[in-house]
């Protein structure tokens, strides 16, 4: 009788358990093929243009026609994907001491004493790369495609240098350096707009190193082969 109801017992215990899901094992909540988390989802960016394709005229490099109109207008060390460029070597004489250069950037940090600004140091940061090949070779062409690509406002200053030629507007300068069959340009902001209206707080100093990058954008030379 015993052995009787310790059968009923262990009976009735195994029918009253509920089976639970094993995970992963094709759940609602395992991800499918597709779907934005699991896996075979299509890379991001795939199927879209390529960088620098669709308007010729937008900044960074990509492909450019031959039509000067639609020559691509480089910007600086931004190729069009956000990622940095590897410049080929580009170079400049009598860098000063705590200047850096490298992979398209010339940067430069400066102590600020001064409690109006509101930080300690003051970053200067410059860019430059190769010209794309389609660019235009005369000044009042390149210019005006600078200004029509949004790459710099209206040039108020343009001036032939023994080695190229020195663009700048309101706001921004560019040299172009003729180096070989190839084309160095160099510059960026003068930190004298909006973006910027801290650093005429301390306008001494941006003076000082604007004048600074300019010399060195002056100087902007490929390795010799």
Same mark, same amino acid.
């Given at each position: 009788?015993?052995?009787?109801? &310790?059968?009923?017992? !262990?009976? #009735?215990? #195994?029918?009253?358990?509920?089976?639970?899901?094993?995970?992963?094992?094709?759940?609602?909540?395992?991800? !499918?093929?597709?779907?934005? !988390?699991?896996?075979?989802?299509?890379?991001?960016? $795939? +199927?879209?243009?390529?960088?620098?394709?669709?308007?010729?005229?937008?900044?960074?490099?990509?492909?450019?026609?031959?039509?000067?109109?639609?020559?691509?207008?480089?910007? +600086?060390?931004?190729?069009?994907?956000?990622?940095?460029?590897?410049?080929?070597?580009?170079?400049?004489?009598?860098?000063?001491?705590?200047? @850096? =250069?490298?992979?398209?950037? &010339?940067?430069?940090?400066?102590?600020?004493?001064?409690?109006?600004?509101? %930080?300690?140091?003051?970053?200067?940061?410059?860019?430059?790369?190769?010209?794309?090949?389609?660019?235009? $070779?005369?000044?009042?062409?390149?210019?005006?495609? &600078? @200004?029509?690509?949004?790459?710099? @406002?209206?040039?108020?200053?343009?001036?032939?240098?023994?080695? +190229? /030629?020195?663009?700048?507007?309101?706001?921004?300068?560019?040299?172009?350096? %003729?180096?070989?069959?190839?084309?160095? =340009? #160099? +510059?960026?902001?003068?930190?004298?707009?909006?973006? /910027?209206?801290?650093?005429?707080?301390?306008?001494?100093?941006?003076?000082?190193?604007?004048? !600074?990058?300019?010399?060195?954008?002056?100087?902007?030379?490929?390795?010799?082969?």
């Amino acid at each position: 009788m015993k052995n009787l109801t &310790l059968i009923a017992i !262990t009976l #009735c215990a #195994c029918g009253s358990k509920k089976t639970q899901p094993d995970p992963g094992s094709g759940s609602p909540t395992t991800p !499918t093929a597709g779907s934005a !988390t699991g896996s075979g989802s299509a890379p991001a960016g $795939t +199927g879209s243009a390529p960088a620098g394709s669709g308007s010729d005229m937008a900044h960074g490099s990509g492909s450019g026609s031959g039509d000067h109109t639609h020559a691509t207008v480089a910007t +600086g060390s931004n190729s069009g994907s956000g990622q940095l460029i590897d410049d080929p070597g580009i170079d400049f004489d009598n860098i000063p001491k705590g200047w @850096e =250069h490298g992979h398209g950037k &010339l940067d430069h940090f400066v102590g600020v004493n001064d409690s109006g600004f509101p %930080v300690d140091n003051a970053s200067f940061v410059f860019e430059y790369s190769v010209d794309p090949p389609t660019m235009p $070779t005369d000044p009042k062409e390149y210019a005006a495609l &600078l @200004e029509k690509s949004g790459v710099m @406002e209206k040039i108020i200053k343009s001036e032939p240098q023994k080695n +190229g /030629h020195y663009y700048e507007s309101a706001h921004a300068f560019r040299y172009v350096i %003729v180096a070989g069959d190839k084309r160095i =340009h #160099c +510059g960026g902001s003068l930190y004298n707009d909006d973006a /910027h209206k801290d650093y005429e707080k301390i306008a001494k100093i941006r003076d000082e190193q604007i004048a !600074t990058a300019k010399k060195l954008c002056a100087t902007a030379k490929l390795p010799k082969k």
